[in-house]
């Protein structure tokens, strides 16, 4: 799985697993709008990078919420 993000002007960009080893890429939706993009490994989730609200459109892919990744 991959997150693909659709960012304000600049077209799509994807996080794939595959240059992950043993992890894979997952998002979150902050309370102010920020996507916040993370890293999940062995149950863990470390932040990868930040959008502003302003800076994303859609994103796809697996979602972190509550401390489980939701498989999309």
Request: glycine share 16%; hydrophobic share 35%.
């Amino acid at each position: 799985m991959s997150v693909e993000i659709d960012l304000n002007g600049s077209g799509t960009t994807e996080f794939s697993d595959a240059d992950l080893p043993g992890g894979r890429y997952c998002f979150h939706v902050g309370a102010g709008g920020e996507l916040i993009l993370l890293v999940e490994e062995h149950g863990e989730s470390r932040v990868d990078r930040v959008y502003s609200p302003s800076a994303w459109q859609c994103a796809r892919g697996d979602v972190w919420r509550k401390g489980v990744l939701l498989q999309g």
